[in-house]
């Protein structure tokens, strides 16, 4: 968030799944910005079966709604156990296999979580995610290339230098593949 600090509210924040948590996604809520970030799926118990997006938690209730219609309080540390409720449902076998029944862990941000999967989900930024994310990827995929995961001196100054160089060299590459020409002056031929 301190690369924002000052910022406007109203940007609209892309970003991959490493700063999708739920803290993440609420201090860029508070600030009035908008969020484009590629959320964690949630993983299932069962391969194929209910995740937690599937269960209904009402927070002004304290309350979990399971698929089956099953509801159990959250507990003071956010963890709703439906126990003995799972025993003989009918949807056990898309839910659980442990044996004292399905338990859920919830965190404070919880509702920011299921908000950024259900819009990832329905597609509200995806166009703009897809279409500017890629080309961060590849700038680092460039960077990283020909063997250059790992710093080559040693000293901060050297390998600064080093990276700026890299940098550079490999920002010159893009603009003359983009079409930069001199015959004169500097530009690029496809604008």
């Given amino acids: 968030m301190e690369l924002l600090e000052g910022e406007e509210p109203g940007l609209q924040v892309l970003a991959d799944g490493a700063y999708g948590s739920g803290e993440t996604l609420a201090a860029l809520g508070d600030a009035g910005h908008h969020r484009a970030i590629k959320p964690h799926p949630t993983p299932s118990a069962i391969p194929g079966g209910f995740q937690r997006d599937d269960f209904v938690v009402d927070e002004a209730a304290g309350t979990v709604t399971c698929p089956a219609g099953h509801v159990v309080t959250i507990s003071a540390r ?15 076998t898309s839910c659980t296999n442990a044996k004292d029944g399905r338990t859920l862990h919830f965190t404070v941000h ?4 299921v908000e950024s999967r259900r819009a990832w989900r329905d597609g509200d930024f995806i166009s703009d995610y897809r279409k500017y994310r ?5 700038s680092i995929a460039w960077l990283v290339s020909d063997h250059s995961r790992r710093v080559r001196f040693r000293g901060v100054e050297k390998n600064q230098m080093g ?23 500097w530009r690029l031929t496809t604008i």
């Fill in 110 to 113: 919880d509702a920011e979580l």
């Fill in 78 to 92: 956010r963890h709703a156990t439906f126990g003995a409720r799972c025993t003989n449902c009918p949807l056990r």
């Fill in 134 to 138: 890629p080309m961060v990827e590849r």
């Fill in 163 to 185: 990276l700026t160089t890299r940098v550079a060299a490999i920002n010159l590459r893009r603009l003359i593949n983009l079409g930069l020409v001199h015959d004169g002056a």
